[in-house]
């Protein structure tokens, strides 16, 4: 079993940064690749950016890339999301779940948190 629980999120200005944090505990994390998805109202979960294990290999989607950065400390069991220039268009729920398949569906992962509200105002 892993628990997540993400933290970070708020509200921000267009144009602001936020930085996004995914604690685990359970089973050893750092076997576990790791990906962040969002949800805004309306609309399905979607697949933002994947990690592997070791931290070599990360993987974003169009969307965000050059403004999003992937991380992950696996001495301290958390992977982070680093948020910049946040459009509005960016305001969702946003989750972080682990896998032990590299992948950008979300059906491929098996433990996700709760979620964490990113607000951005234009």
């Known amino acids: 079993q892993v628990q997540l629980v993400e933290s970070g999120g708020g509200l921000v200005q267009a144009g602001g940064s936020l930085r996004l944090s995914c604690a685990a505990s359970?089973?050893?994390?750092?076997?576990?690749?790791m990906g962040w998805f969002r949800q805004a109202p309306g609309k399905e979960r979607e697949f933002i950016a994947h990690?592997?294990?070791?931290?070599?290999?990360?993987y974003y989607t169009d969307a965000v890339k050059g403004r999003f950065t992937i991380s992950r400390d696996n001495a301290k069991n958390t992977v982070y999301l680093q948020m910049n220039s946040l459009k509005p268009e960016d305001t969702a729920v946003y989750y972080c779940?682990?896998?032990?398949?590299?992948?950008?569906?979300?059906?491929?992962?098996?433990?996700w948190g709760r979620g964490t509200q990113v607000t951005v105002s234009s």
């Open positions: 779940a682990a896998t032990r398949v590299l992948s950008t569906t979300s059906n491929d992962y098996n433990y």
């Open positions: 359970g089973r050893t994390f750092s076997f576990d690749h």
């Open positions: 990690i592997s294990w070791s931290g070599d290999f990360t």
